[in-house]
């Protein structure tokens, strides 16, 4: 292994992804720990994981779900992209339609 391997491993957050009911039905709630760089990265292990779970997360590469980084909201055009550090919540939300 060399200090370039040493410096990605040491960069790779390890982070924890909430699932919420409306998104596992019939299933409870799940939360999986992953380690991630990215957003992107997080939603893709979760995949990985539980792939059950994918059509309910993404359409080909485009995310169905909102995300919540610690509590604060990301812009779908960012979410993917947005670094992850060790010990960040991630919380996947449904998309919510109605009037």
Do not use: K, Y
Not at 10 to 24: D, Y
Not at 46 to 58: D, H, N, S
Not at 76 to 84: G, K, N, Q, S, V
């Amino acid at each position: 292994m060399g200090a370039d391997d040493e410096t990605r491993r040491a960069a790779v957050a390890v982070v924890t992804v909430s699932l919420p009911a409306a998104l596992t039905s019939p299933d409870p709630p799940v939360e999986l720990v992953c380690e991630a760089e990215t957003v992107g990265d997080a939603l893709r292990a979760v995949v990985a994981q539980a792939p059950r779970f994918a059509p309910r997360i993404f359409f080909q590469e485009r995310p169905l779900v909102t995300v919540v980084l610690n509590g604060r909201h990301l812009p779908p055009a960012a979410a993917l992209a947005t670094e992850t550090a060790a010990g960040d919540r991630l919380q996947l939300m449904p998309p919510v339609a109605g009037g």
